[in-house]
T-cell receptor
Framework: AQSVTQLGSHVSVSEGALVLLRCNYSSSVPPYLFWYVQYPNQGLQLLLK??????LVKGINGFEAEFKKSETSFHLTKPSAHMSDAAEYFC???????????FGKGTRLHILP | DTAVSQTPKYLVTQMGNDKSIKCEQN?????MYWYKQDSKKFLKIMFSYNNKELIINETVPNRFSPKSPDKAHLNLHINSLELGDSAVYFC?????????????FGEGSRLTVL
């Protein structure tokens, strides 16, 4: 069974500062990990994903995440926050052969001017 | 052209009524899903269909009945609505049953039960 924990339901950063959103997972099989973003009144869209191979994955809008098996983490980062990054971010996990994806409870990212 | 479209976008109704939400995807995907997002933004899968066959049926009251007339459409009918059914319902699609691919979400249907 898989689960995912997102640390911090709200994170505030200043425009131009580093964004770090934390995600830890639990999985009994090699995990596939995802970050999704939800802008207000919209559906979720995929930012990036890790399945196999390179542990540092790059996504859209300058975001990246690193899969660290030893720490069971998949934290999302962006070097410089932009006002347009304000949104809800969801970490998600599944495993090879699984038929469903488990979402975290989300982290609301606030960008301060 | 919207990839995954849901109608209606907003639903306001009284307790005890029956309502339906429709979903269509034009991506050629073979798997479609219904997710429920509560007021705290928690996202939970309800159902998934692969080529019109039900493959996931989570612990959802049987007042909720999905129907997939073809692989491009997945509808959700809810009988005897209750206050706790108020939420945003998202339709999504993907290619294949596995989750190595990407989920494409619709914009959601916000249901308010009074």
């Amino acid at each position: 069974a898989q689960s995912v924990t997102q640390l911090g339901s709200h994170v505030s950063v200043s425009e131009g500062a580093l964004v770090l959103l934390r995600c830890n997972y639990s999985s009994s099989v090699p995990p596939y990990l995802f970050w999704y973003v939800q802008y207000p009144n919209q559906g979720l869209q995929l930012l990036l994903k890790y399945t196999t191979g390179a542990t540092l994955v790059k996504g859209i809008n300058g975001f990246e995440a690193e899969f660290k098996k030893s720490e069971t983490s998949f934290h999302l980062t962006k070097p410089s926050a932009h006002m347009s990054d304000a949104a809800e971010y969801f970490c998600a996990v599944t495993g090879a052969g699984d038929d469903k994806i488990i979402f975290g409870k989300g982290t609301r990212l606030h960008i301060l001017p | 052209d919207t990839a995954v479209s849901q109608t209606p976008k907003y639903l306001v109704t009284q307790m005890g009524n029956d309502k339906s939400i429709k979903c269509e995807q034009n991506l050629g995907h073979d798997t479609m899903y219904w997710y429920k997002q509560d007021s705290k933004k928690f996202l939970k899968i309800m159902f998934s269909y692969n080529n019109k066959e039900l493959i996931i049926n989570e612990t959802v009251p049987n007042r909720f009945s999905p129907k997939s007339p073809d692989k491009a459409h997945l509808n959700l009918h809810i009988n005897s609505l209750e206050l706790g059914d108020s939420a945003v319902y998202f339709c999504a699609s993907s290619q294949g049953q596995g989750y190595t691919g990407e989920l494409f979400f619709g914009e959601g249907s916000r249901l308010t039960v009074l």
